[in-house]
């Protein structure tokens, strides 16, 4: 018989039978949409870390001390960064484009009744390039002139918590009883990839905060941008090579850990992705939930029009024609379930990232996928009930009441 | 009309199930022919085979031993998809409990047999099924569902689904059982005047009454043909329609 008049005789059946069908499309609706949905939500988060992560600085590189540890035990002393290893990069080094040391302090930064908990953190001009701050007014304190200087260049939300009438330049911030003048504020960078305020900053040159607040000689952290996208791990490997050098460093173990943008983006993508497959998986057991659900409707179809089978075959139908019936009601049941879900799974991804300002896109692969899985499901499901229902008796299944 | 060849031939049909460990002999060896024109009913208690026969003459079971020719065509040996290519092409059933989809309006229900026979373009296929419901006097129900029709209004559109393919047989299985008498005359009725128009009909019943209207009565017993006797008083039931009394009297 012409697939086409099948697919009329299954769509009369399931019109015939339209809770039953809509209930059974439902089961599918749901795992489609849910599918949809959670793909779209985990590519989302994908591309959003990845703008996140750019925007925190393109090719960024930082450098700070391997501790060694052992089951929680610090084993030797480890190596500290200094003054010295930022200037033997900064002069050696031909992968890097900028450098610029991290040392920071904690408290309170008080401009008459105002405070705001701000970190200080001490750093020299190159970090702004590095993690792509820009000036908004005023200057950027400069490394030479500006050594140990008593000035500073802040961010947005300090602006706003400390000087709500505006205009900070040139007036001081006491920090921990020190007074640092405002000699420059920051363009707004908004929140970062987990919710930190990139906009809560005040920048000091790291010898002020080194000499002025921690006295010590020693450096937290070492920033860094290779000089653009690729070079990470030979920039990576220059450094290393400078710092062991200064040091004659013959041990096996490396003397400092070095991150780039690229490994961060990794392992954090990498997570996001884990999560996001765990929730797909789960998505997709509602889907195969849904596909047990029409092989259940098939099976109490099969049984309750026994008779119809009877009759169908009395009057000339194959088996065949019989099993490519019950198989094109249970494909169409779930192709219109893949329809439908994929839409309202759309829509869902839409809404959410209208309403709940969450990163979702939804990806071509994930509807070609569903559409596919759908497809497959309908078939998968249908099959032994249509099956069983080709291979009925004529005869019996006319007797069956 | 004896002289020509027979539309159907049963030839020492034998056919047997098995129940456990007994075997139950249902037919043990008929022979009968059925010529085109002819209205033929086969009579029989329960458990005399008639049911085994029908579904034989009807393709739906196939004989343990023994030769079937449909139409000239050897029938015994056939598997199950060339059996229903036969059923679709060459038999037409109307059963006991009429069989009518429901939900299924009486016009579709009557193209349902041509949709299996993909030689017939749709505009065809209800082309002859409103030629078919036409002859058997519903062409002002076509549209109507079973559960808006009465009893002998779904017969008569189970007749009408039974006469679209243009079979060489018209097999009815106790047809007008669920029907009061007057409607199994009207029955009747339509049945003799297709036969008049030279359809071959065979009707499987236990009432004697129903076996009067027909030509030729063959009767089962045990699995075997006790009698097959031509009709010489084959009854009128438009006659025996007129001659019941009205039903608002029945009623009384």
């Given at each position: 018989m012409a697939p086409l008049t099948l697919a009329k005789i299954a769509i009369r059946a399931l019109l015939r039978n339209r809770m039953r069908t809509f209930l059974s499309v439902l089961g599918i609706v749901i795992g489609v949409a849910a599918v949809i949905a959670m793909v779209a939500m985990g590519e989302g988060s994908r591309i959003s870390i990845k703008e996140q992560m750019t925007s925190m600085g393109s090719n960024a590189i930082i450098i700070m001390p391997n501790?060694?540890?052992?089951g929680g035990v610090q084993m030797e002393s480890s190596e500290m960064l200094e003054e010295a290893d930022v200037i033997a990069i900064r002069e050696q080094?031909?992968?890097?484009?900028g450098v610029s040391p991290m040392v920071s302090v904690s408290g309170q930064a008080i401009v008459g009744n105002n405070n705001s908990p701000t970190t200080l953190s001490g750093i020299s001009a190159d970090y702004l390039k590095i993690r792509n701050y820009e000036i908004e007014d005023g200057v950027m304190f400069d490394d030479e002139a500006d050594r140990m200087a008593k000035v500073c260049v802040i961010g947005q939300s300090v602006v706003k918590n400390?000087?709500?009438?505006?205009?900070?330049?040139?007036k001081t911030i006491r920090y921990k009883s020190i007074p640092l003048k405002v000699i420059g504020t920051l363009k707004a960078k908004g929140?970062?990839?987990?919710?930190?305020?990139?906009?809560?900053v005040i920048f000091t040159p790291y010898q002020t905060v080194m000499r002025?607040?921690?006295?010590?000689?020693?450096?937290r952290q070492i920033f860094a941008n290779s000089?653009?996208?690729?070079?990470a791990e030979k920039a990576t490997e220059e450094i290393m090579g400078i710092l062991k050098e200064r040091r004659s460093w013959t041990r096996p173990t490396d003397p400092f850990r070095v991150f780039t943008q690229e490994e961060m983006i990794q392992t954090i993508t990498s997570t996001s992705d884990l999560i996001s497959l765990v929730l797909t998986i789960i998505a997709g057991i509602s889907l195969f939930v849904g596909g047990i659900g029409i092989m259940n409707i098939m099976y109490v179809s099969v049984t309750e029009r026994t008779k119809e089978i009877g009759l169908r075959m009395a009057i000339g139908a194959c088996g065949r024609d019989i099993m490519f019936q019950f198989l094109f009601e249970s494909v169409i049941i779930s192709l219109l379930g893949g329809v439908i879900g994929i839409t309202l799974g759309i829509a869902a991804s839409e809404i959410v990232k209208a309403f709940f300002n969450m990163p979702m896109s939804v990806s071509v692969t994930s509807v070609i996928v569903s559409f596919a899985v759908c497809f497959v499901t309908g078939v998968f499901f249908g099959w032994y009930p249509a099956r069983k229902a080709s291979r009925l008796d004529p005869i019996e299944a006319l007797r069956f009441e | 009309m004896q002289a020509e060849n027979p539309i159907l031939s049963i030839q020492d049909i034998r056919r047997d199930f098995k129940m456990g460990d007994e075997t139950v002999h249902a037919l043990r060896g008929v022979n009968f022919d059925i010529h085109s024109g002819e209205f033929v009913t086969i009579m029989g208690t329960s458990g005399s085979g008639k049911s085994t026969m029908l579904n034989i003459l009807g393709c739906m079971d196939r004989p343990t031993s023994g030769h079937y020719i449909l139409d000239g065509e050897?029938?015994?040996?056939?598997?199950r998809d060339a059996l229903a290519r036969i059923r679709s092409k060459k038999i037409g059933f109307v059963f006991q409990s009429y069989n009518l989809l429901n939900r299924t309006t009486a016009i579709e229900n009557v193209e349902l047999p041509l949709?299996?026979?993909?030689?017939?373009?749709a505009s065809e296929r209800h082309r002859r099924a409103v030629e078919a419901l036409e002859r058997v006097g519903l062409a002002d129900r076509m549209n109507h569902l079973p559960n808006q029709l009465s009893g002998g209004q779904q017969q008569r559109v189970a007749i009408a689904r039974a006469l679209v393919n243009d079979p060489v047989i018209i097999l009815a299985d106790?047809?007008?059982?669920?029907?009061d008498t007057r409607t199994s005359y009207e029955i009747m009725m339509i049945f003799q005047e297709l036969n008049r128009q030279g359809k071959t009909i065979a009707f499987v019943t236990h009432e004697p009454d129903i076996a009067t209207f027909s030509g030729r009565t063959i009767t089962l017993r045990d699995g075997l043909i006790k009698k097959d006797v031509i009709n010489e008083n084959v009854q009128d039931a438009k006659a025996a329609f007129e001659a019941l009394p009205p039903p608002e009297m029945i009623d009384d």
């Amino acid at each position: 018989m012409a697939p086409l008049t099948l697919a009329k005789i299954a769509i009369r059946a399931l019109l015939r039978n339209r809770m039953r069908t809509f209930l059974s499309v439902l089961g599918i609706v749901i795992g489609v949409a849910a599918v949809i949905a959670m793909v779209a939500m985990g590519e989302g988060s994908r591309i959003s870390i990845k703008e996140q992560m750019t925007s925190m600085g393109s090719n960024a590189i930082i450098i700070m001390p391997n501790r060694d540890r052992r089951g929680g035990v610090q084993m030797e002393s480890s190596e500290m960064l200094e003054e010295a290893d930022v200037i033997a990069i900064r002069e050696q080094a031909t992968y890097i484009d900028g450098v610029s040391p991290m040392v920071s302090v904690s408290g309170q930064a008080i401009v008459g009744n105002n405070n705001s908990p701000t970190t200080l953190s001490g750093i020299s001009a190159d970090y702004l390039k590095i993690r792509n701050y820009e000036i908004e007014d005023g200057v950027m304190f400069d490394d030479e002139a500006d050594r140990m200087a008593k000035v500073c260049v802040i961010g947005q939300s300090v602006v706003k918590n400390l000087f709500p009438e505006g205009d900070p330049i040139g007036k001081t911030i006491r920090y921990k009883s020190i007074p640092l003048k405002v000699i420059g504020t920051l363009k707004a960078k908004g929140s970062g990839d987990f919710g930190q305020d990139n906009d809560d900053v005040i920048f000091t040159p790291y010898q002020t905060v080194m000499r002025r607040f921690s006295a010590t000689t020693n450096i937290r952290q070492i920033f860094a941008n290779s000089i653009g996208e690729g070079y990470a791990e030979k920039a990576t490997e220059e450094i290393m090579g400078i710092l062991k050098e200064r040091r004659s460093w013959t041990r096996p173990t490396d003397p400092f850990r070095v991150f780039t943008q690229e490994e961060m983006i990794q392992t954090i993508t990498s997570t996001s992705d884990l999560i996001s497959l765990v929730l797909t998986i789960i998505a997709g057991i509602s889907l195969f939930v849904g596909g047990i659900g029409i092989m259940n409707i098939m099976y109490v179809s099969v049984t309750e029009r026994t008779k119809e089978i009877g009759l169908r075959m009395a009057i000339g139908a194959c088996g065949r024609d019989i099993m490519f019936q019950f198989l094109f009601e249970s494909v169409i049941i779930s192709l219109l379930g893949g329809v439908i879900g994929i839409t309202l799974g759309i829509a869902a991804s839409e809404i959410v990232k209208a309403f709940f300002n969450m990163p979702m896109s939804v990806s071509v692969t994930s509807v070609i996928v569903s559409f596919a899985v759908c497809f497959v499901t309908g078939v998968f499901f249908g099959w032994y009930p249509a099956r069983k229902a080709s291979r009925l008796d004529p005869i019996e299944a006319l007797r069956f009441e | 009309m004896q002289a020509e060849n027979p539309i159907l031939s049963i030839q020492d049909i034998r056919r047997d199930f098995k129940m456990g460990d007994e075997t139950v002999h249902a037919l043990r060896g008929v022979n009968f022919d059925i010529h085109s024109g002819e209205f033929v009913t086969i009579m029989g208690t329960s458990g005399s085979g008639k049911s085994t026969m029908l579904n034989i003459l009807g393709c739906m079971d196939r004989p343990t031993s023994g030769h079937y020719i449909l139409d000239g065509e050897h029938t015994e040996k056939l598997k199950r998809d060339a059996l229903a290519r036969i059923r679709s092409k060459k038999i037409g059933f109307v059963f006991q409990s009429y069989n009518l989809l429901n939900r299924t309006t009486a016009i579709e229900n009557v193209e349902l047999p041509l949709l299996y026979n993909s030689s017939v373009s749709a505009s065809e296929r209800h082309r002859r099924a409103v030629e078919a419901l036409e002859r058997v006097g519903l062409a002002d129900r076509m549209n109507h569902l079973p559960n808006q029709l009465s009893g002998g209004q779904q017969q008569r559109v189970a007749i009408a689904r039974a006469l679209v393919n243009d079979p060489v047989i018209i097999l009815a299985d106790e047809a007008t059982g669920n029907l009061d008498t007057r409607t199994s005359y009207e029955i009747m009725m339509i049945f003799q005047e297709l036969n008049r128009q030279g359809k071959t009909i065979a009707f499987v019943t236990h009432e004697p009454d129903i076996a009067t209207f027909s030509g030729r009565t063959i009767t089962l017993r045990d699995g075997l043909i006790k009698k097959d006797v031509i009709n010489e008083n084959v009854q009128d039931a438009k006659a025996a329609f007129e001659a019941l009394p009205p039903p608002e009297m029945i009623d009384d």
